[in-house]
């Protein structure tokens, strides 16, 4: 059994996630569909899946896009745990019936977020201190899809994060960056235009360090899930 890691591009990687999962015992495994399409996903042999981000846009009309749509209605019809950060949430949101869109702004650099009154009773959420500071690079936003739960927001972009049913989770800010992968994102000539819209230079490590905490507590209740075990709350 694996977590499949659904990749867009190679510098959009797990970064802090994968530590977390080698540290509960669990294998992973990165399915790039961008560069084979057709490839076999088995989802059978699958403890959980992971849709990471990416400099497109999920309205873009690429195939291998329309296929992970796909797996992710196939995966929760399963029961599966699914976590998606930022074009993956927005993967996510749109798979279950909600419509993605341009944000007022674009949200680029350290940014604090604020947790909901049901993030108080959330399985990944409970417990954490807040408001945090995190870090984000998206563009667009979405709506709430039918029967999810707002965990998260900021003062840019109402939702930060949610949860639909019991274990699929999408999260719009990045957790699992290092200032490493901060860097190689800002030297990415795919990223150059939304840099050039910034009154602000970006500091890599500026947050990191609480970021490592809260992304440790939250992905490890996530690989819980994975992992079929009860969540341990363990609070940065």
């Known amino acids: 059994m694996s977590v499949l890691v659904f990749r867009h591009v190679p510098y959009e ?13 669990l294998k992973y495994k990165y399915v790039d569909l961008p560069l ?39 995966a929760a019809g399963n ?8 074009l993956g949430a927005q993967l996510i949101a749109k ?42 690079w998206h563009g667009e936003t979405f709506d709430l899809p039918p029967g999810a739960v707002r965990l998260s927001y900021s003062e840019a972009c109402r939702i930060q994060a949610f949860r639909f049913g ?30 050039r819209e910034l009154d602000h230079p970006v500091d890599p490590d500026a947050g990191c360090q609480e970021l490592a905490r809260l992304g440790a507590a939250v992905f490890g209740r996530w690989a819980s899930l994975a992992g079929g075990q009860p969540s341990e709350l363990g609070i940065p």
């Not at 990687?13 to 015992?25: D, K, R």
């Not at 400099?55 to 992970?68: A, C, F, G, K, T």
């Not at 029961?79 to 930022?86: T, W």
Request: charged share 20%; net charge negative.
């Open 13 to 25: 990687h797990l970064g802090l996630i994968a530590s977390v999962l080698e540290a509960a015992g």
């Open 36 to 74: 084979d399409v057709d490839r076999r996903v088995d989802l059978e042999s699958a403890s959980g899946l992971v849709f990471m981000g990416g400099p497109m846009s999920v309205n873009d009309d690429l195939p291998y896009l329309r296929r992970e749509i796909e797996i992710i209605r196939e």
């Open 79 to 86: 029961g599966l745990p699914i976590l998606g950060v930022c």
């Open 95 to 136: 798979a279950f019936g909600a419509s993605v869109y341009r944000n007022e702004v674009k949200e680029i650099g350290w940014y604090p977020i604020y947790w909901t009154g049901e993030a108080a009773h959330d399985g990944l959420f409970a417990g954490l201190p807040g408001p945090a500071t995190v870090f984000h």
């Open 166 to 195: 019991g274990n699929i989770y999408g999260l719009q800010f990045h957790l699992e960056v290092t200032p490493a992968m901060i860097g190689a994102w800002l030297a990415e000539d795919a990223n150059a235009a939304d840099l």
